[in-house]
């Protein structure tokens, strides 16, 4: 399928601070030709889960809370490199293993009850002490350490096994210091380069001690940050309005206080064809993917379109995203390599991609980290080809010819993500039925709920998907470490939701994590992804490329491989012909 490309039109990338007058409703055009006013308008297919950064484990919430929080770094929305944010500058010793940053001084928290005046306080080193020790602290509302500080920060660990027995160290976490109210230095058990990449991240981000005491476990949806936008209002399943920080620290390089929009509106439309309807009649300024069997169509429309007259703009890139079956590596189905194996030899990838998803992704062949990483050779790897053949012996191996006593299974898939999860799920059935005899059963559940089951090891066999923490294939790989596993079953499993557990693959992640050198970091990343491979540790489907489709009027909105939203330099240009009738 023959794909066509369109860009946006971006101005004004990156910069600093201004006079901050807003309107609310209509436009006013600001120095740079940019303009203030406006409420963007999102939809999300899935409901948020929780919008607490240490319980943050799903894109929609972090969508939201994204324009909510800030650490003390962030990534490029146009490129994905890491740049400042509430550190305006940072420095690290010879080896990468002492970083040492220094806040922007001024800073406020929103304005909130949680304060004494409800005013927010301005931001100091002691905020981000406190952030990180409830990062490290044993708790159900924190899913952040294991892919955070957890072995890379020195006296993480120790402080956080220190919360479990239900005596947290006086010090704190030893590698972490407020050197003065504007510096924090943080040591690091080895050196780790790409140490950046994890700060940009949500479990840390900055939120007051105030606010946790106040709200606790409310903190899901009782937000409290520094970011540009802050929440007016939650109406769970239906909208969260968020608007405009009117004391956001940050202006443009024309001295325009950021945001330049009055509020962010995200909407909950289940349905993609509803969802499609809702941007054609203008009430969306933008959609993420397409209704599958509508996508001819709409590049049809597109391509129709006369010069300079095209009705909306579509964007396209290679994601940073993986789709992908989990088998349950504790269970007595799934714990035999060789099923696995025969389960990911059985499907024709090719055909799922050309054909259900009409060419939007790429056939997932190479194993759980995607081809979009350019330093990353994907390609070099032996990854799994459609062979009925191999899958049918590696089943009789198992002990299940011809899938003769091979229990029936459901596999659990979570509504919502348009009607490509269901597709995409009934095709795999029958081809398992087709080349393997076995008989799978579909069931289809709340994303909340799918979650809940899979992390907590009740599912066997499950839809998952993988987007990008950060531009690195570690976000991936760290997905299959065993030392992320619980000891018992039943507890929560959030990254190796599948708990496979290979020694050479952790001895290969675990000198990556080490590896300074980024050409030999990758090469050990690839050895342990063809572990895995060989291993069938998951059962990866395809990988994604978003579509976006963006009305003509907005500008600053890149789209990258992450689809990672950062809604402070996005702006809406009024319409030609309201432009014309003022003159």
């Not at 006013?28 to 297919?45: H, I, L, P, Q, T």
């Not at 393997?436 to 994303?447: G, W």
């Not at 090891?457 to 299959?480: H, I, N």
Request: charged share 25%; proline share 5%; hydrophobic share 35%.
């Amino acid at each position: 399928m023959k794909k066509v490309i369109y860009s946006l039109l971006i101005a004004g990338l990156f910069a600093s601070c201004g006079d901050g007058t807003t309107t609310t409703g209509g436009s006013r055009e600001a120095k740079g030709g940019v303009f203030y006013g406006s409420v963007f308008k999102m939809n999300e297919v899935e409901d948020f889960r929780n919008l607490y950064p240490l319980n943050i484990t799903e894109v929609t919430s972090h969508r939201i809370a994204n324009q909510v929080y800030e650490g003390l770094v962030k990534l490029s929305q146009s490129d994905l490199t890491v740049v400042p944010a509430l550190a305006e500058k940072w420095e690290k010793n010879a080896d990468a293993s002492q970083w040492t940053f220094h806040l922007r001084k001024g800073v406020k928290f929103h304005d909130d009850p949680c304060f004494a005046d409800g005013k927010g306080r301005e931001v100091t080193a002691k905020d981000f002490i406190f952030c990180f020790e409830k990062l490290c602290s044993s708790s159900p509302e924190n899913q952040q350490f294991g892919n955070t500080l957890k072995d890379r920060v020195v006296g993480a660990n120790e402080y956080f096994q220190s919360t479990v027995d239900k005596k947290p160290l006086a010090a704190g976490v030893a590698g972490i210091k407020a050197v003065d109210d504007y510096t924090i230095q943080i040591s690091l058990l080895h050196p780790f380069a790409g140490f950046l990449n994890i700060l940009s991240t949500p479990g840390c981000w900055l939120y007051p001690q105030e606010a946790y005491e106040k709200y606790g476990v409310d903190m899901r949806v009782k937000c409290v940050g520094t970011g540009p936008f802050q929440v007016k209002s939650i109406k769970e399943g239906e909208a969260v309005i968020l608007e405009r920080n009117p004391n956001y620290w940050n202006v443009d390089e024309h001295g325009n206080q950021l945001p330049y929009l009055d509020a962010v509106k995200y909407t909950f439309i289940k349905e993609k064809k509803s969802e499609l309807l809702e941007f054609k009649r203008g009430n969306l300024d933008m959609i993420f993917r397409l209704p599958i069997e509508m996508i001819p169509d709409i590049l049809g429309e597109l391509g129709s379109a006369k010069e300079g007259n095209a009705p909306f703009e579509m964007q396209v890139v290679p994601a940073m995203s993986t789709f992908y079956y989990g088998f349950q590596h504790q269970s007595n189905i799934f714990d035999k390599k060789e099923v696995r194996l025969a389960f990911n030899y059985s499907i024709d990838r090719e055909k799922i991609v050309n054909y259900t998803l009409q060419g939007e992704g790429v056939p997932g062949s190479y194993g759980i980290v995607p081809p979009s990483f350019k330093a990353y050779d994907s390609k070099a790897l032996k990854g799994y080809n459609f062979d009925v053949d191999k899958a049918r012996k590696y089943l009789a191996t198992a002990g299940y010819p011809d899938g003769k006593g091979f229990p029936k299974l459901t596999l659990q898939i979570n509504s919502g993500g348009g009607d490509r999860n269901i597709q995409t799920a009934e095709v795999i059935q029958k081809m398992l039925k087709e080349n393997l005899n076995i008989d799978v059963e579909i069931n289809v559940m709340p994303f909340a709920e799918h979650l809940e089951s899979l992390e907590t090891g009740k599912a066997m066999f499950w839809r998952s998907g993988w987007t990008a923490d950060y531009p690195d294939p570690e976000t991936f790989l760290t997905l299959l470490y065993s030392k992320h596993i619980p000891e018992k079953l039943t507890d929560k499993s959030f990254l190796n939701s599948v708990r496979y557990k290979s020694v050479r693959f952790d001895s290969l992640f675990s000198a990556a994590m080490q590896e300074v050198d980024d050409a030999k970091r990758f090469s050990l990343y690839l050895q342990a992804d063809q572990q895995a491979i060989d291993d069938g540790a998951i059962m990866p489907i395809f990988y994604d490329e978003n579509y976006r489709l963006v009305q003509m009027n907005v500008r600053n909105f890149p789209a990258n491989a992450m689809e990672y939203r950062d809604m402070s330099r996005v702006y809406i240009e009024p319409k030609q012909e309201k432009a014309d009738a003022k003159k």
